[in-house]
């Protein structure tokens, strides 16, 4: 078996993984703690400026034509598909509000309370 790494971004992973992810069973559960899950909000918060280029820590998948199985990572792509997941649902119920835009693909939400 030959092991190839290649850097890649979280966008290219998402996007090569239509099929999902899939955890092999010897991984462990996800047991993120709320300090754990706080301290991980709290740097996404503050790479909000930068976030293309923001380093979330190692993730490592196999190639697959199926799921993409991770084996090192799952906390931290659990943690984010959890958090993007309440981010979708939000915009989803506050499309109306005046302080989400949308332009085109994107969605611009304002900090700015009128």
Do not use: C
Not at 5 to 14: G, Q, V
Not at 27 to 36: A, G, I, K, L, M
Not at 61 to 84: C, F, H, W, Y
């Amino acid at each position: 078996m030959i092991l190839e790494a290649h850097e890649i971004s979280l966008r290219t992973l998402l996007a090569e993984s239509k099929k999902g992810f899939s955890i092999p069973e010897f991984q462990r559960n996800y047991n993120w703690t709320e300090s754990q899950v706080v301290q991980f909000w709290q740097d996404l918060i503050s790479s909000s400026n930068n976030i293309e280029n923001h380093f979330f820590g190692p993730i490592v998948a196999l190639k697959s034509n199926e799921r993409i199985p991770i084996i090192d990572g799952q906390q931290r792509l659990t943690t984010l598909m959890i958090v993007a997941s309440v981010i979708r649902d939000y915009l989803h119920i506050e499309l109306e509000n005046p302080k989400i835009m949308r332009e085109g693909d994107e969605i611009i939400i304002s900090h700015e309370m009128k």
